[in-house]
Nanobody
């Protein structure tokens, strides 16, 4: 049983939008730093965004490749973290993962997260 579950992926045309969700039935995501990663075919997994825990003020960080187009946010009531992706490009095509880290402040360095989801596929194509 996956402890982090991603959803919301799919096929979208260039310029379109998708919203990915990362939810957990086991963890209180507010207490954790949550990161989003993606891995394109033949490439390494890369981090694209992170939001620090609620106690460390939900500071959001973005990779340059997605800054200004993607937004990470929390819904405490739903115990879910979202990644809103706008102005999607074909190069955004990848398997997207969320990950969680038990950090009291900030976001982990690199991929030093404690828990990982199974991933959701995003394909941007006309």
């Amino acid at each position: 049983q996956a402890l982090l579950v991603e959803s919301g992926g799919g096929l979208v045309q260039p310029g379109g939008s998708l919203r990915l969700s990362c939810a957990s039935s086991e963890y209180t995501l507010d207490d954790l730093a949550i990161g989003w990663f993606r891995q394109a075919p033949g490439e390494e997994r890369v981090g694209i965004s992170c939001i620090s825990s609620s106690r460390s003020e939900n500071v959001a960080l973005y990779a340059d490749s997605v800054k200004g187009r993607f937004t990470i946010s929390r819904d405490t009531a739903k115990n879910t973290v979202y990644l809103q992706m706008n102005s999607l490009k074909p190069e955004d095509t990848a398997l997207y993962y969320c990950a969680a880290a038990s950090l009291s402040w900030g976001c982990p360095i690199g991929d030093e997260y404690d828990y990982w989801g199974q991933g959701t596929q995003v394909t941007v194509s006309s």
